[in-house]
């Protein structure tokens, strides 16, 4: 089995900041790209930022210049600095990696955290 477990989110001023935190966990041989997504009520689920294995990031054009998105390889952890917060980021943040599980399989699958909330306002 393997898990995602975001922490970091909370309630914040507009132009503050907040760094997310994403662990996996469990069975895991490595892990390829991974990212971060948002959804906002009433809205559909977006990607936010992404990074590969080899530390290549992309961003969304609203974030861009603001967020900063980093992995540590050794602690199985992806985070998302977010500086300069807008009422416009308020949504619920879910951390993806793409993992593979077994060193004898290719085969890689999706893994999703449980999502955790990110409030701005005054």
């Known amino acids: 089995q393997v898990q995602l477990v975001e922490s970091g989110g909370g309630l914040v001023q507009p132009g503050g900041s907040l760094r997310l935190s994403c662990a996996a966990s469990g069975s895991i041989f490595s892990i390829n790209a991974m990212g971060w997504y948002r959804q906002a009520t009433g809205k559909q689920r977006e990607s936010v930022a992404l990074?590969?294995?080899?530390?290549?990031?992309n961003y969304a054009d609203s974030v861009k210049g603001r967020y900063t998105i980093s992995r540590d390889d050794a602690k199985n952890t992806v985070y998302l600095q977010m500086n300069s917060l807008k009422p416009d980021d308020t949504a619920v943040y879910y951390c993806?990696?793409?993992?593979?599980?077994?060193?004898?399989?290719?085969?890689?699958?999706?893994?999703w955290g449980q999502g955790t909330q990110v409030t701005v306002s005054s």
């Open positions: 990074i590969s294995s080899s530390g290549r990031t």
């Open positions: 993806n990696a793409r993992i593979r599980r077994r060193s004898w399989s290719m085969v890689e699958d999706d893994y």
